[in-house]
């Protein structure tokens, strides 16, 4: 059968052809998996992080050439997302979408954590995802997508996570309250929060086997996540197919916070 060229090329297309992704948190883990399936579907990717050296392995690692773009970013300095956001203009124009991932975390028990520690959890976690958007506006097209990492811990107590928690809690309600504040210009706003997923950040506070292990009993499907699997999640809310999904939230978790294991 003879297929003509328009119908041809237009089957070589991907869905996320000529559109361009801001990624915070870039250089590992769940950021850089997700570079890799937006890249996978044509997009262009913004990677920003704090290591430069991380986002320069990162870049390699992914081998999209000029289809990427790293920024050295801390997320809770301002100028660093200023500087960010005029990197991109200069390089892409506009933004499609955000994937807001860049955190960190700081497990004690309430009566150890020090104002230093409320500053620095609260700076990269809540106001670094916030100000990420806000800066972010100016670029994001209309009718853009953003997706905000936040954790199954917003769900369920567990002891030394008061302060972690919490800051994922507010990233939670911040995707339903920027869903209508965003909404007269199409952009829809949504959450991820992941489980158990085997990162840097998961591989030193669960340290020992039995640690991970401990962690793997507690998830119904009997594995730990991997990034990917939260960059499935996260491509689905940037894409057109959720068009009519804003200011809700994701639980990538294994069944973690709503089943028992048998």
Known sequence: MQVDAPDC????????????????GGGSGMGLATAATLLSDGANVVLAGRSQ???????????????????????ANIADLDALVSAI??????????FANAGVANFARAAQVTEDD??????????????????ALPLLVDGGS?????????HR?????????????????????????????GIRVNAISPG???????????????????????????RLGQPRDVAGAVAFLLSDQASYITGQEIVVDGGLTTSIPM
């Not at 203009?89 to 955000?98: A, C, K, P, S, T």
């Open 9 to 24: 090329q237009a089957a070589l297309m991907t869905k996320f052809d000529r559109k361009t992704f801001l990624i915070t």
């Open 53 to 75: 050296t991380r986002l320069q392995t990162a870049a390699k690692e992914l081998d999209a050439g000029d289809r990427v773009l790293t920024v050295p970013t801390d997320v």
């Open 89 to 98: 203009g200069q390089r892409f124009e506009h933004l499609d979408g955000v």
């Open 118 to 135: 409320f500053d620095a959890l609260v700076g990269v976690n809540f106001k670094g995802v916030y100000f990420t958007v806000s800066k």
């Open 146 to 154: 953003v997706v905000l990492n936040g954790s199954w811990l917003a």
């Open 157 to 185: 107590g567990m002891a030394f996570t008061s302060l972690y928690a919490a800051t994922k809690a507010a990233v939670v309600n911040l995707a339903r309250t920027l869903a209508a504040d965003l909404a007269d210009r």
């Open 196 to 222: 158990f997923v085997v990162t840097e950040m998961f591989e030193a506070i669960s340290n020992t086997e039995e640690a991970r292990e401990g962690c793997r009993k507690q998830v119904v499907l009997g």
